[in-house]
């Protein structure tokens, strides 16, 4: 069975830290890429961020940038999203989703994706 869990999520005040971990089961996890993504109430869901699964390149929203870094353990079957200097319209349900092809410029696009984990709830407070 495919399995992609998210958590680490919860409440931060803005200008701190959250480690959002996606562990993955029942796929061959150094096939695939992963991406993150979020949707805040009222709006569609967006991509956040993304790793490769060849060369491990990263991809990242404009709005993320410089404050989010992806990583991956393939032993551990997991990729990471370190997030600082949280701003709260980070706010959002965050979610990981694994896709077999490769990626580029549809690293963001969510219907490329084959498997979806449930979604953490991060929250910022002002």
């Known amino acids: 069975e495919v399995q992609l869990v998210e958590s680490g999520g919860g409440l931060v005040q803005a200008g701190g830290s959250l480690r959002l971990s996606c562990a993955a089961s029942?796929?061959?996890?150094?096939?695939?890429?992963i991406g993150w993504f979020r949707q805040a109430p009222g709006k569609e869901r967006e991509g956040v961020s993304c790793i490769s699964s060849s060369d491990g390149s990263t991809y990242y929203a404009d709005s993320v940038k410089g404050r989010f870094t992806i990583s991956r353990d393939n032993a551990k079957n997991t990729v990471y999203l370190q997030m600082n200097s949280l701003k709260p319209e980070d706010t959002a349900v965050y979610y990981c989703?694994?896709?077999?092809?490769?990626?580029?410029?549809?690293?963001?696009?969510?219907?490329?994706?084959?498997?979806w984990g449930q979604g953490t709830q991060v929250s910022v407070s002002s």
């Open positions: 029942g796929f061959s996890f150094d096939d695939y890429a």
């Open positions: 989703a694994a896709v077999s092809s490769a990626v580029g410029g549809t690293w963001s696009w969510d219907k490329f994706y084959d498997f």
